[in-house]
């Protein structure tokens, strides 16, 4: 890895590194890498993938930019200082760990929020950001049909904060409130960190708690909920084997859903026949397989809920959101 800049270094004996030369460095290394041409380096056992996005997000983020096309252009031309220099080497040589860019650079951008990212707390993903926009238009339209704002939500699994701090910042009224719980307590804590940060503590309200084990405490601290949300982990156990190598670095309880994928999923079901308000709705971001499985779940078990609909993604995998509501029920 460090054979470029030695190179470099001879040639020009300064030891000035301009930035396209040392984001070409990065690039060519990765790919060499990736070809097998080029041993990573001793700790990495692995080579990482998507050399040229990984490095853009890493040497902007040096410069304290979000892309580089962010980077003033004279400022591509100029020379990084030693401290730059380092830091550009040092985040290149965790992502060489197959440490996924995002907590290398310890920072994600979810809509159009900038989140603090830690590991092994699940990493935002853009199908959520629909997901989000789907429950942002039904909160406003039920907003404005019943003539108020005073609407509580409940998120299940924060993660970072993505969903439960995107709802606060879309709808800014003070009366509407989110509960946001999580089985993890470092999950719990980034969306505190997160929500302090983004100015949005207030109407949020965080809690360590597991869907599966704590259903009498989620319910007499969240209950009633006009909507639940949630991007549950929904992943077949059976799948969990043929991830990539950089999202097996998140946490586990955070991607696998059980044998059938359902493992959360129906606790949340359960929960929400006895804590959604009349006008309730429930949306969860669900595998392809599972939107027909929910709705024969509903029908059988849930009397109180009545199935609305699924809407695909904009990748059109089928894997976008269930839409439940209890319209007959609390
Ligand atoms: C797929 S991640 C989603 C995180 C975040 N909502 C997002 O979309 O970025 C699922 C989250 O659910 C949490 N979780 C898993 N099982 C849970 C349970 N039984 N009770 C509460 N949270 C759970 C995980 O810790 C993880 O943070």
Redesign the pocket.
């Known amino acids: 890895m460090w054979g470029y800049i030695y190179i470099y270094k001879k040639k020009k004996k300064h030891f000035v590194v301009p930035l396209l030369v040392v984001f070409q460095s990065v690039v060519r290394l990765w790919s060499s890498a990736a070809e097998g041409t080029v041993a990573p380096p001793a700790d990495c056992s692995i080579t990482a993938e998507q050399p040229v996005l990984s490095s853009q997000y890493i040497i902007s983020n040096v410069l304290g930019e979000k892309t580089l096309e962010c980077v003033q252009r004279k400022r591509l031309r100029d020379t990084l200082t030693d401290r730059e220099r380092e830091r550009v080497w040092e985040l290149c040589s965790k992502r060489l760990t197959r440490m996924p860019v995002q907590y290398v650079i310890e920072e994600w951008d979810?809509r159009d929020l900038t989140l603090k990212m830690k590991p092994p707390?699940?990493?935002?993903?853009p199908e959520?950001e629909e997901l989000v926009s789907l429950v942002l238009e039904d909160l406003r339209s039920i907003q404005e049909e019943s003539h108020t704002t005073d609407l509580r939500c409940l998120?299940?699994?924060?993660?970072?904060?993505?969903?439960?701090l995107s709802l606060l910042h879309g709808i800014p009224q003070v009366c509407t409130q989110v509960f946001a719980?999580?089985?993890?307590q470092t999950?719990v804590c980034l969306t505190m960190e997160n929500a302090n940060r983004l100015g949005l503590q207030d109407r949020l309200d965080v809690h360590h708690?597991?869907?599966?084990?704590?259903a009498d405490a989620i319910l007499s601290k969240c209950d009633p909920a006009d909507f639940l949300v949630?991007?549950?982990?929904?992943l077949l156990s059976q799948d969990m084997e043929t991830l990539q190598t950089e999202i097996l670095r998140l946490?586990h309880?955070?991607?696998d859903g059980g044998l059938n994928g359902l493992?959360?999923i129906r606790?949340i079901l359960a929960l929400s026949s006895k804590l959604l308000t009349q006008r309730g709705r429930v949306y969860l971001?669900v595998a392809p397989c599972h939107p027909p499985i929910i709705q024969q779940l509903i029908e059988e078990t849930r009397p109180g809920l009545l199935y609305l609909e699924t809407r695909c993604d904009l990748t059109n995998r089928s894997s976008s959101s269930v839409n439940v509501t209890c319209p007959l029920f609390c």
Request: glycine residues 8%; aromatic residues 8%.
């Open positions: 979810f707390v699940f990493i935002p993903r959520t998120e299940v699994g924060c993660g970072s904060g993505a969903i439960s719980l999580d089985q993890s999950a708690l597991d869907v599966i084990k704590d949630s991007n549950p982990p929904y946490d309880s955070a991607l493992s959360v606790p971001e």
